[in-house]
T-cell receptor
Framework: DAGVTQSPTHLIKTRGQQVTLRCSPK?????VSWYQQALGQGPQFIFQ???????QRGNFPDRFSGHQFPNYSSELNVNALLLGDSALYLC?????????????FGQGTRLTVV | GNSVTQMEGPVTLSEEAFLTINCTYT??????LFWYVQYPGEGLQLLLK?????DKGSNKGFEATYRKETTSFHLEKGSVQVSDSAVYFC???????????FGAGTTVTVRA
């Protein structure tokens, strides 16, 4: 079982650019959540996808958008990057709407905006 | 809204010492409570959980008891090892809420 896989592991972007991060959920999971973890802080919920729809969203601007594909994999897109978007982006997968089962996390994508 | 407050670190201990990390929460509704651990360079792993008052979660020698009266979920381990060095996060999720709300994390370093 491959677990939750995220790509890329590290990324450096310039302010104003756009970025796409990818996540493949654990086998058998159908729900994907994205979190942003700034240095020295706990993860903050961005949004959750289930059945290819965004089901809940945290306090993040519209520059953050996502998508879920029929195979349950997901993308996180961030437009007009700001220096403050530099963080570790974590993907978590679980089973069922709301992710009521245990959430499994990937190793994250470290995004640096310069 | 929901919030989690955990004791600030970093915490540095010697091997075989007793570890306690305090966690208190504020929540609307009756939350489930979790402790996650993040080892260097890795993602979060669920360490233990409790879903109702007085439940005790336990795993790998770690324990935490859901205390509704004090809105707390303190993590304890009686004898830590160097391999327990990591960042520990307390988290909660309330019914009908899809997200996990995390504390800021506590960095624990265990020295041989």
């Amino acid at each position: 079982d491959a677990g939750v896989t995220q790509s890329p592991t590290h990324l450096i972007k310039t302010r104003g650019q756009q970025v796409t991060l990818r996540c493949s959920p654990k086998s058998g999971h159908d729900t994907v959540s994205w979190y942003q973890q700034a240095l020295g802080q706990g993860p903050q919920f961005i949004f959750q996808y289930y059945e290819e729809e965004e089901r809940q969203r945290g306090n993040f601007p519209d520059r953050f958008s996502g998508h879920q594909f029929p195979n349950y994999s997901s993308e996180l897109n961030v437009n007009a990057l700001l220096l403050g978007d530099s963080a570790l982006y974590l993907c978590a997968s679980s089973l069922g709407l709301g992710g009521i089962t245990e959430a499994f996390f990937g190793q994250g994508t470290r995004l640096t905006v310069v | 809204g929901n919030s989690v407050t955990q004791m600030e670190g970093p915490v540095t201990l010697s091997e075989e010492a007793f570890l306690t990390i305090n966690c208190t929460y504020t929540a609307t509704g009756y939350p489930s409570l979790f402790w996650y651990v993040q080892y260097p360079g890795e993602g979060l792993q669920l360490l233990l959980k409790a879903t109702k008052a007085d439940d005790k979660g336990s795993n790998k020698g770690f324990e935490a008891t859901y205390r509704k009266e004090t809105t707390s979920f303190h993590l304890e381990k009686g004898s830590v090892q160097v391999s327990d060095s990591a960042v520990y996060f307390c988290a909660l999720r309330t019914p009908n809420d899809y997200k996990l709300s995390f504390g800021a994390g506590t960095t624990v370093t265990v020295r041989a």
